[in-house]
């Protein structure tokens, strides 16, 4: 009865042991999926940022009467964010959760960002943006 006894107690320090070492692996795995995450989420925001610089940039240099639209995503990776025009001479991208955010410099533009559709204009010289 004493040899069962100790094969069995054994043999619970074993399952353990293992269970320890796969949480350590899980908790690992979790840390490198969470650090990806983060740098995508970071690098799609930078991304749509440059977007919208680049339309407004286009805009400006293009001819009186040019017209264009494009589309914004509803999300970046799963989180909703804001885009905003700041002063008329920036735009301001960030993550409602405030861990993503990204500011750039555009020329004189006039008008809102909407997420979804967009419609971009240059009138006489003059950008306006949704307007």
Known sequence: MNK??????ELVI??????????????????NTASER????????QELALE??????????SFSGYVRQFNLPTKISG???VAEILENTVIYV???N???ALSLPVSQVSGE?????????????FVYLNS
Not at 16 to 24: D, E, K, S
Not at 38 to 45: A, G, Q, S, V
Not at 52 to 61: D, F, N
């Open 98 to 100: 405030g861990e993503h």
């Open 52 to 61: 919208i610089q680049q339309e407004i940039s286009l805009a400006s240099q």
């Open 4 to 9: 069962s006894a100790q094969s069995a107690i």
């Open 79 to 81: 989180l909703t964010y």
């Open 14 to 31: 074993l399952i353990g042991f293992m269970a320890f070492f796969f949480l350590i692996f899980l908790l690992v795995i979790h840390t």
């Open 38 to 45: 983060w740098e995508n989420r970071n690098t799609l925001t």
């Open 113 to 125: 960002i909407v997420i979804g559709m967009n419609t971009i204009k240059n009138i006489d010289g």
């Open 94 to 96: 960030h993550t409602n």
